[in-house]
């Protein structure tokens, strides 16, 4: 069964600073998915990760993929008020479109 | 492209009746469909697999007498939720496997039981 640590689960950072969100998971898996969820809202897709050693940045926002230490990362860079929300991993199940386990999420909150 | 489109996106029913979610696919076939529940603060739980034309594949401990799942034809797909209870009361959301792009997601529907 595949399991995924996400940490920290609640973080508040100031605007400027930067940050990193990690995402540990047990099993082999052939994706890893970034998500962002706002209040009340569905989730908005952020990165898929394909291979070992993908870095994708879009923005302030940058994910890499390390697939032999089961590793993903979210960094922030000098993070804006924006950016508040709660950001979901989620690696693939199964071998193939199997759906997807999520992490517990990273409630995160920039303040100015 | 590949928008899933889900109805209602709030409703509030009483204990004991039933409620019914629709997930459309606008642009594209849903071959497979994928239902989660969010309770508040927490994370989202894939509760059940959807693939058109054959039954759902329940995750385990979720009851499949009382979660309905329909998915008829490629564009639609259907999560009824019978004799609901306040512990139902929860964010279903359904999302859609889309080759060669991953998964895109509905709406959420709110569901609250009084």
């Known amino acids: 069964e595949l399991k995924v640590e996400q940490n920290p689960l609640f973080l508040s950072m100031q605007e400027g600073k930067n940050y990193t969100i990690y995402c540990n998971y047990s099993?082999?898996?052939?994706?890893l998915y970034w998500y962002r969820q706002d209040p009340g809202k569905s989730l908005e897709s952020l990165f898929v990760?394909?291979?070992?050693?993908a870095v994708k940045q879009e923005g302030r926002l940058m994910a890499s993929l390390d697939t032999k230490a089961r590793l993903s990362t979210l960094h922030i860079t000098a993070a804006v008020h924006d950016l508040s929300a709660t950001y979901f991993c989620?690696?693939?199940?199964?071998?193939?479109?199997?759906?997807?386990?999520f992490g517990k999420g990273t409630h995160l909150i920039i303040q100015p | 492209g590949a928008v899933v489109s889900q109805h209602p996106s709030r409703v509030i029913c009483k204990s004991g009746t039933s409620v019914k979610i629709e997930c459309r696919s606008l642009?594209?076939?849903?071959?497979?469909m994928f239902w989660y529940r969010q309770f508040p603060k927490q994370s989202l739980m894939l509760m059940a697999t959807?693939?058109?034309?054959?039954?759902?594949?329940?995750e385990q401990g979720v009851e499949k007498d009382k979660f309905l799942i329909n998915h008829a034809s490629l564009t639609l797909s259907t999560l009824t939720v019978t004799s609901a209870h306040p512990e139902d009361s929860s964010f279903y959301i359904c999302?859609?496997?889309?080759?060669?792009?991953?998964?895109?997601f509905g709406s959420g529907t709110r569901l609250t039981v009084v």
């Open positions: 999302s859609a496997s889309v080759l060669n792009y991953g998964y895109t």
């Open positions: 099993t082999t898996s052939d994706r």
């Open positions: 990760l394909l291979s070992n050693g």
């Open positions: 989620a690696p693939e199940r199964g071998g193939g479109a199997d759906g997807l386990t």
């Open positions: 642009d594209f076939q849903a071959t497979t």
């Open positions: 959807s693939n058109e034309g054959s039954k759902a594949t329940y």
